[in-house]
């Protein structure tokens, strides 16, 4: 239930409030005063689409903003969280009620913003919610009325909760048979394409078995070429540092270690007369011994050097061709190399299975199709169940809508084939009197016929399909006299299990109406601006008295509201 309402800057509303909460609530005003924008500005909040045209001349965004009653525990709380939003809990009792604020703006170019309980949400999140909060009903529903996919949804919510089960179990079958189908389609199909697949995949694993590539053996094999390529520059080299840093030749020359000995003896002959050399002492001893490991390290390095050969380069440069024809066919790199071969033995078990796989998929696909169509089978008899109901109902509530001798007939044709929602098409058709020949709501009614039917519908769908809000917008447009009062009179009984909230020019429907609200337009000449008021007593007569005839100061006018509006509160008119 919305509690309250508030709107900046929405068309011509500048500021408004709408207090609101239980009940029947009719907002009436004057042609062009922003009645409707009453209806936008929930429909921002139900994550309609929005247009930078709403924001109202001179500013700089729109904003709205609504506060509900919703069950602590439940879909709509369990939504809000998920999507990181908080609900002020009201009460102590599990049971309890907590408040939801949804707020929602929009700027002069068109850009949105919603907030779900305190955090910022995607707008989708806002069309998630509303559709568990609020119906709306409007010139453009009526269309939608006419469409046999939408009077198929009226039925389904009329069928009740053992349906709803029975429907959610077919859907999910339906699915998987269709997941299913599709798999097989797909391998029949493509069974050529996957032949050659395979084959290829053979001809891939043989070739790159027959070389079998290492992890990193590329880069260590370019390192081995490198090294046999420049086998003699190393070798001079070497032997250059290994005579400068230890010297087998005896022509007298002093070598590094020769050097560094001296140094270290002559320090070691004085160094008990200073004790700041002991740390050079040190120093040269470790300098000594280190020159020394390097020579034998640089020895070391030359006989293995003396074992490489030209032979070897040799066959590391062929090696290294067999890995670069891989790395080009398969690669680009040798680690995509390994990858792709470890890769193509599952997929090559899979399509060479793919004879098994094709008759274990005919198989299931038939019998999948044989349960859906026994599902199927089964939804078709609930419908007609359920239309035979909904038709007498229906009926029932046209009569005291003042169409004595309407009937609405629900009709239900199973084809052969089967659908996401079963194999039924729904049609609602109207036989204006008694023994004349039904015809489709598109056809066969009027606007304000649609109106009543459609108010009908959802006064019976309340009964099994609760709504916690109803917004109706000019639904009783084309509407008046005695129909306008029985369309006022049902109002009030649906209102009596959900909250109804109407846009009305009607003083016959406002006058059933337990809150009432006029939107008021002032004008200087230049901008227009419009403000909400709650309306009683006196207010309330005025203003009915104006939509009865134009004149909220006519004492006639205001008697005839006053009686109205008693006789409406007595539910006796």
Do not use: C
Request: aromatic share 2%; glycine share 10%.
């Amino acid at each position: 239930m919305i509690d309250e309402i508030t709107i900046r800057d929405l068309g011509v509303i500048a500021e408004a409030v709408l207090p609101l909460g239980a009940g029947f609530t009719a907002v009436t005003g004057e042609t062009g005063a922003g009645k409707t924008m009453v209806v936008q500005a929930l429909g921002l909040l139900m994550g309609e689409r929005a247009v930078a045209g709403q924001v109202r001349i001179g500013s700089t965004q729109t904003w709205v903003e609504g506060r509900w009653r919703v069950p602590v525990d439940g879909p709509v709380a369990e939504r809000v969280r998920d999507a990181g939003g908080e609900i002020d809990d009201l009460g102590a009792s599990p049971e309890s009620m907590g408040e939801l604020i949804l707020s929602r703006s929009v700027s002069g170019e068109g850009r949105s913003r919603a907030i779900v309980g305190g955090r910022s949400a995607p707008v989708g999140v806002l069309g998630e919610l509303g559709e568990r909060l609020v119906v709306v009903h409007g010139q453009s529903d009526q269309l939608r009325l006419r469409s046999s996919t939408q009077q198929r949804l009226a039925l389904d919510r009329f069928a009740g909760p053992t349906f709803h089960a029975a429907l959610g179990v077919y859907e999910e079958t339906y699915a998987g048979w269709q997941r299913l189908q599709v798999e097989l389609e797909t391998l029949v199909s493509q069974r050529e394409e996957r032949i050659r697949e395979a084959d290829a995949l053979r001809v891939a694993v043989t070739e790159i078995d027959a070389v079998l590539p290492q992890p990193g053996e590329d880069v260590t094999l370019a390192e081995r070429a490198a090294r046999l390529t420049n086998l003699e520059d190393l070798r001079v080299a070497a032997a250059a540092a290994r005579e400068a840093v230890s010297s087998d030749d005896l022509d007298g020359r002093p070598d590094t270690v020769s050097l560094i000995d001296s140094a270290l003896r002559q320090l070691e002959r004085v160094s008990a007369h200073d004790s700041a050399l002991e740390p050079i002492v040190e120093s040269l001893a470790s300098a000594s011994f280190l020159v020394a490991e390097i020579s034998t390290q640089l020895s070391s390095y030359l006989a293995e050097l003396d074992t490489d050969g030209g032979a070897e380069l040799d066959d590391v440069q062929e090696r290294r061709a067999e890995l670069s024809v891989l790395a080009r066919k398969y690669g680009p790199s040798l680690d995509d190399v390994i990858e792709y071969v470890a890769s193509a033995g599952p997929r090559l078990i899979e399509l060479e299975n793919d004879s098994d796989r094709i008759d274990e998929l005919t198989d299931q696909v038939a019998e999948r199709a044989a349960i859906v169509d026994a599902l199927a089978t089964d939804l078709s008899t609930a419908r007609l169940e359920a239309a035979g109901r909904l038709s007498g109902l229906v009926s029932d509530e046209l009569t005291a809508l003042a169409m004595s001798g309407s009937q609405l007939i629900v009709e239900v044709l199973s084809g052969d084939e089967v659908t996401a929602s079963g194999r039924d098409t729904v049609h609602f058709l109207l036989a204006s009197h008694a023994g004349t020949e039904p015809r489709p709501l598109g056809r066969g009614a009027s606007g304000g016929e649609l109106s009543r039917i459609m108010l009908a519908i959802e006064v019976v769908l309340a009964a099994t399909d609760p709504v916690p809000t109803f917004v109706f917008d000019e639904v009783d447009a084309g509407v008046g006299g005695a129909s306008a009062i029985e369309i006022g009179r049902r109002l009030a009984r649906l209102a009596e299990g959900s909250q109804v909230i109407v846009v009305t020019h009607l003083a016959q429907v406002a006058a059933f109406a337990t809150n009432h609200l006029s939107v008021i337009k002032d004008s200087d000449g230049a901008v227009t601006e419009s403000s909400v008021r709650q309306l009683t007593g006196e207010d309330r007569v005025a203003e009915m008295a104006r939509l009865l005839s134009g004149l909220p100061d006519s004492e006639s006018g205001l008697a005839h509201a006053r009686e109205l509006i008693e006789l409406a509160a007595s539910r006796s008119v």
